[in-house]
Nanobody, 124 residues
């Protein structure tokens, strides 16, 4: 079993930055592919970024956040991060951390474990 707890959300003005954290309880955290998704009111949950570490770290981003967000992980701390810069009002959503064994995916239904989410609100 894996438990995930997100933190770091909040209210920020457009153009500002936030860094989200997701702490995991997985015994072999390094073996898990980690992802960030977000869900705005009335919209489906959408992919934001994934990260996997093996022989090297591999990341992938949604086009909507590419160049503005950076996903990273600290396997020793069992934590994954999402640094978000140049935030826009359309980034407003609940941000979720997700985990699945070994292989990344951009599909929410591929992930076994989810955090409770953290609210990010960007004011114009």
């Amino acid at each position: 079993q894996v438990q995930l707890v997100e933190s770091g959300g909040g209210l920020v003005q457009a153009g500002g930055s936030l860094k989200l954290s997701c702490a995991a309880t997985a015994r072999t955290f390094s073996n898990y592919a980690m992802a960030w998704f977000r869900q705005a009111p009335g919209k489906e949950r959408e992919f934001v970024a994934t990260i996997i570490s093996g022989s090297g770290v591999s990341t992938r981003y949604a086009d909507s956040v590419k160049g503005r967000c950076t996903v990273s992980r600290d396997n020793a701390r069992k934590t994954v991060y999402l640094q978000m810069n140049s935030l826009k009002p359309e980034d407003t959503a609940v941000y979720y951390c997700a985990a699945r064994p070994l292989y990344v995916s951009s599909r929410p239904d591929a992930y076994n474990y989810w955090g409770q989410g953290t609210q990010v609100t960007v004011s114009s």
